[in-house]
């Protein structure tokens, strides 16, 4: 089939282009990579903090879950002009929207499996007068690993695509605005390898948790 090369560039042509210009591709997917891996973190940090918080408190369970799922709810490309005005066009932009991406997975997943506790466990532990600290470092917390891991493995890739979509919309480097870049000068071939180096730094997030599960398991 013959397409425009503006439509579907052919594969040769994206191969060249990235073999031919290494350090384009290089130094903005180090820069992606840096905002997915440090988002994620203080995301999953954050989410599992607050859930750990709504299990000590009602009150503050009461008030967190129906925020949370407010603020999930907004879509995420709404929020990033907002960011930018408050953080300002650059790293820190970015670095917010993957907190706040990865943020809902690992609170909702935590608190769930806090509260996934065997059967009779907790009861047993009231009754042989544990504390709150003791139920938590060594029944609740265990339970929710499972559950943890598995928001690990959902934000990892989300984390990938919020640094892309914020960089794509107001960054000044990254995949994402390597992709916004190549769409104005019409160069497809850029701009699918910029796509296939997302996909790739998308998998490593997503094999890096996988292997963490199976560690932990």
């Known amino acids: 089939m013959n397409f425009n090369a503006i439509v579907m560039p052919w594969p040769l042509g994206v191969l060249q282009d990235l073999i031919g210009f290494p350090e384009v591709f290089w130094k903005n997917a180090v820069y992606t990579f840096g905002a997915a891996a440090i988002g994620l973190a203080l995301g999953m940090a954050l989410g599992t903090g607050l ?14 879950n129906p925020l949370t ?15 930018a005005r408050l953080l300002g066009y650059d790293f820190s932009t970015v670095l917010a929207i993957v907190v706040i991406i990865c943020f809902f997975p690992a609170y909702v997943f935590t608190a769930s499996g806090l509260k996934a506790l065997p059967a009779g466990a907790d009861d047993l532990f009231r009754v042989l007068g544990a504390r709150t600290s003791a139920r938590l470092l060594r029944l609740a917390l265990p339970a929710a690993v499972p559950n943890w891991s598995v928001a690990l493995r959902v934000a990892a890739g989300h984390s990938v695509l919020g640094a892309m979509i914020a960089e794509y919309l107001m960054g000044t480097a990254g995949l994402g605005y390597l992709f916004a870049e190549t769409q104005s000068d019409f160069n497809m071939e850029r701009g699918f390898g910029a796509t296939a180096v997302a996909m790739g730094v998308s998998i490593l997030f997503f094999a890096a948790a996988l292997a963490g599960k199976e560690r932990w398991n």
């Open 51 to 64: 859930a750990i918080l709504a299990w000590l408190s009602d009150v503050l369970e009461g008030m967190l």
């Open 69 to 83: 799922v407010l603020f999930s709810s907004v879509p995420v490309v709404t929020i990033i002009p907002i960011v």
